[in-house]
């Protein structure tokens, strides 16, 4: 298995705070891709990263802001929850895609619930 | 706009019988295809792929099947089995660093 982890499991938390959501990885990839899981909406991604200090946006991007100061972490905020943001949130990895690979890796999701 | 499509959202089928699922797409850039597979409280596990430079993959009872020419492909799965009942997404990539796109999901329930 892959490894990648994501804290916290499950949060709740009230309109109009803001919420931070770590993912980590041990398998030192450049790629690691942030998505939310709705029912009716499969998987879409919110924001991903290429590399340290390097992100850029997804499908659903507006709400949320990401930061990658170190290759192993990748940190999804929400600066201001809404309960629109209430959802699944599944963090990925993707080994180098140069060598032939274009799988995605997840991590086991953060059930996030804001009321 | 929907790039991937999975139009069926459930698909129901007994045990032993073959499982069929199915995903249409519209980007014609696409060419690399994915199939994930998702039980309740977990994260996608990777399935199985094809490249557009094949029209089949197989890997023990799970197998793909692209056409290109309908911008269509499914997953075959025989025999079914209980255990194979989850929440299969399709995903599709032009290849390189572009991020996946998935379609919604079809939820197969396999009866014993």
């Known amino acids: 298995d892959a490894g990648i982890t994501q804290s916290p499991r499950h949060k709740v938390t009230e309109t109009g705070t803001p919420v931070t959501l770590r993912c980590h990885q041990t398998e030192n990839h450049r790629y690691m891709y942030w998505y939310r899981q709705d029912p009716g909406h499969g998987l879409r991604l919110i924001h991903y990263s290429y590399g340290v200090k390097d992100t850029d946006k997804g499908e659903v991007s507006d709400g949320y802001s990401v930061s990658r100061s170190k290759t192993e972490d990748f940190l999804l905020t929400l600066e201001s929850a809404t309960s629109s943001q209430t959802s699944v949130y599944f963090c990925?990895?993707?080994?180098?895609?140069?060598?032939?690979?274009?799988?995605?890796?997840f991590g086991p999701g953060t059930r996030l619930t804001v009321l | 706009d929907q790039q991937v499509k999975q139009n069926s959202p459930s698909l129901s089928v007994q045990e032993g019988r073959i499982s069929i699922l199915n995903c249409d797409y519209t980007?014609?850039?696409?060419?690399?295809f994915l199939w994930y597979k998702k039980y309740p409280a977990e994260g996608p596990t990777f399935l199985i792929s094809?490249?557009?430079?094949?029209d089949k993959n197989e890997d023990g009872r799970f197998t793909v099947f692209l056409n290109k020419s309908a911008k269509h492909l499914s997953l075959h799965i025989v025999p079914s089995q209980p255990g194979d009942s989850a929440v299969y997404f399709c995903?599709?990539?032009?290849?390189?660093?572009?991020?996946?796109?998935f379609g919604k999901g079809t939820r197969l329930s396999v009866i014993a």
């Open positions: 990925a990895i993707r080994p180098p895609p140069e060598r032939g690979h274009n799988e995605q890796f």
């Open positions: 995903a599709a990539t032009p290849s390189g660093n572009t991020p996946l796109v």
């Open positions: 094809i490249s557009s430079i094949k």
């Open positions: 980007n014609s850039m696409f060419d690399y």
